[in-house]
């Protein structure tokens, strides 16, 4: 059973950081793969970022490449998102979203979702 809640959402001003982490109270985190998604009101789920089950493997989407960081902490069973530079149009909520198998960028082949935390960045 996977089981994620994030945290470390709030509120910025733009050009700061924040730091959100999706912890998994489950016992199979090292088997998936991660990935990071954010929503805005009335529009569709798109993808931040993804990390590989091991680690050795990210990818991002390009409006966050060179600013968003994606990590994960197997001994934590947490996910990370570093978040640097930020823009208002960063503001959205966040979500952490886990798979088996390979990393992917459409939200509906991730069966695991956490709750979403709220980002907002101030102009």
């Known amino acids: 059973q996977v089981q994620l809640v994030e945290s470390g959402g709030g509120l910025v001003q733009a050009g700061g950081s924040l730091r959100l982490s999706c912890a998994d109270s489950?016992?199979?985190?090292?088997?998936?793969?991660m990935g990071w998604f954010r929503q805005t009101p009335g529009k569709e789920r798109d993808f931040v970022a993804a990390?590989?089950?091991?680690?050795?493997?990210?990818s991002y989407a390009d409006s966050v490449k060179g600013r968003f960081t994606i990590s994960r902490d197997g001994d934590k069973n947490t996910v990370y998102l570093q978040m640097n530079s930020l823009k208002p149009e960063d503001t959205a909520v966040y979500y952490c979203a886990g798979r088996g198998g390979a990393i992917y960028k459409i939200p509906d082949e991730y069966p695991y979702w956490g709750q979403g935390t709220q980002v907002t960045v101030s102009s």
């Open positions: 489950g016992r199979t985190f090292s088997m998936y793969a």
């Open positions: 990390i590989s089950w091991s680690g050795d493997i990210t």
